[in-house]
């Protein structure tokens, strides 16, 4: 265990400095960092809510709403269906989530129940003697229906809110039909329900063969087009630009899902519309064989794939030059376009600045005396050898500092009294392997032989120590939420960060000290 090898002690090295690297924003305001050197991290740690302030709302998210809408496509095919068999009927109307539809001739009612039913598989339709037609989506359907619109309005909410700047949104789904939103640093909700009220807008169009993106931008557009950027860029860093015309040919409020998949071994993304969506993107792509047509999302183009055939049934895919990634971020798009149900907020609060910085207060109150008392313990108790775990520590709270910088995560107030109760247990690997030593010196064992030992030995005991609290930690993270996770995060973090300080930094010091003084007697 004494003998460290020169990369051991670079590697040791670069990760301390590293480290501080990392740590060092936190010591500098917001405009200070500013004139930060670009070569250096820049990012401080990111405050929560608790800590930071800003707002806090719980949207309800109208699943009703979404199948009556659905259901209006599905009445619209009922329509059609009839009169193109010349089927008599009256009242077509939608009664609360479903629709009814009697028809004049009762002879024709099994007839008309199995062309509804033809529809959509997911429909119950029933039928009584007297002519009247009930159709309604079954429980798998509205289940799915529920799980789709809870699903898009968060990839929606996410999407606004990333585009409005806001670092370390927390978004996430809270019961069957609840999105919860909290926004460190925003503290106006009218400004965040303004922003969460934007909808998506998902359309296809055709290009516009006859005009290439450069003579557009040198002779102007057509009036029927329009130049539309994209996400991808060329290689001059410029984004890949389309000429679209103007005429939606569908609307993405009639896509119903999309998800990546695989075509001979190929990544694709496959989707899926509601009836009317069907019927219509049928027409289309027949009529548009060999053509491109352009998926803009919010005024960009997200893909441009060309027909290679009619795609019939409402099913289709979408293939090109897609990696895994790419083709599950474009299902993401597609989802996240399709209009979700209405949202409405049913809680706010603000969380103000004030509790925020009282919070930090007190948490540092806290670090500090739990810190100071640790450091006081350790010299009295252990001498130089406490004193060598004192410097290990700091080095632990710094990089856990650095760890939560570099990755961004939210530090919450629970996440304080995490670091502070990491602070307590650091010292722990450092008491084992210092007990060890003193037993081995008191068996009359040399300095060297001693601290051999002592590390040594110690060594399985705090591996076997830490893993479990971390086994623990990660648990809590599993199946905790918010204030939880936040606590198992600072947990999980202090400890590998206290295995590295107290096993390789302390030893690093120790073994060095041990060469150059090559004491007679350790001093512990």
Request: glycine share 8%; aromatic share 6%; with cysteine.
């Amino acid at each position: 265990m004494l003998k460290i090898k020169l990369w051991q002690v670079v590697l040791v090295t670069l990760i301390c400095i590293a480290g501080i690297l990392f740590a060092l924003p936190n010591v500098f305001s917001e405009r200070s960092l500013q004139s930060y050197p670009s070569w250096l991290p820049h990012n401080p740690v990111s405050l929560g809510l608790d800590l930071q302030g800003g707002s806090h709302l719980v949207l309800e998210v109208k699943i009703e709403d979404m199948v009556r809408e659905r259901m209006a496509g599905v009445i619209d095919e009922v329509r059609a269906k009839l009169r193109g068999e010349k089927i008599g009927y009256t009242g077509l109307k939608a009664v609360d989530a479903g629709a009814q539809v009697q028809v004049t001739n009762p002879a024709t009612l099994d007839q008309a129940i199995t062309l509804i039913k033809g529809i959509e598989t997911d429909l119950d339709v029933e039928g009584t003697p007297d002519g009247v037609i009930t159709v309604g989506f079954n429980d798998t359907a509205r289940n799915d229906m529920a799980t789709s619109a809870v699903n898009q309005s968060i990839e929606i909410v996410r999407r606004r809110i990333d585009e409005s700047g806001t670092k370390e949104p927390t978004i996430q789904r809270q019961g069957d039909d609840r999105v919860l939103v909290q926004l460190p640093g925003i503290d106006n909700p009218e400004q965040v329900k303004a922003l969460l009220g934007r909808t998506a807008k998902l359309t296809f169009h055709l290009l516009d063969p006859n005009v290439s993106p450069a003579e557009a931008r040198q002779s102007g557009v057509p009036p029927t087009s329009m130049l539309l950027p994209s996400d991808d860029l060329t290689e001059d860093g410029k984004p890949i630009e389309y000429v679209v015309r103007k005429r939606v040919i569908l609307s993405g409020d009639m896509l119903v899902n999309a998800q990546p998949s695989f075509q001979d071994n190929e990544p694709v993304v496959s989707f899926k519309f509601d009836a009317i969506g069907s019927r219509r993107f049928g027409e289309i792509t027949t009529q548009n064989v060999g053509k491109p047509f352009a998926i803009v999302l919010d005024g960009k183009v997200i893909s441009a794939p060309v027909i290679r055939q009619p795609i019939l049934g409402g099913n289709g895919i979408i293939s090109g030059s897609f990696t895994t990634q790419t083709a599950s971020d474009l299902s993401l798009l597609l989802r996240a376009g399709a209009l979700p149900a209405p949202m409405t907020v049913i809680e706010e609060r603000t969380v103000g600045p004030d509790l925020g910085a009282d919070s930090i207060e007190a948490g540092a109150i806290a670090a500090v005396v739990g810190f100071a008392a640790v450091v006081v313990f350790m010299v009295l108790y252990y001498g130089f050898f406490g004193l060598v775990a004192d410097i290990a520590l700091i080095l632990n709270l710094i990089l856990i500092i650095a760890v939560i910088s570099l990755f961004q995560a939210t530090l919450t107030l629970p996440g304080i009294a995490g670091i502070v109760l990491t602070l307590g247990m650091a010292v722990d690997a450092n008491v084992l392997i210092y007990e060890r030593i003193r037993e081995e010196v008191r068996l009359g064992k040399s300095p060297f032989a001693a601290m051999e030992a002592g590390f040594k030995r110690a060594f399985n005991t705090i591996i076997d120590s830490n893993l479990t609290t971390l086994i623990a930690a990660v648990v809590l993270y599993a199946v905790g939420s918010g204030p939880v996770q936040g606590f198992a995060v600072a947990i999980g973090i202090g400890i590998i960060t206290t295995l590295f300080t107290a096993v390789f930094v302390s030893r690093l010091m120790l073994v060095w000290w041990l060469r150059t003084a090559r004491p007679k007697k350790l001093p512990i």
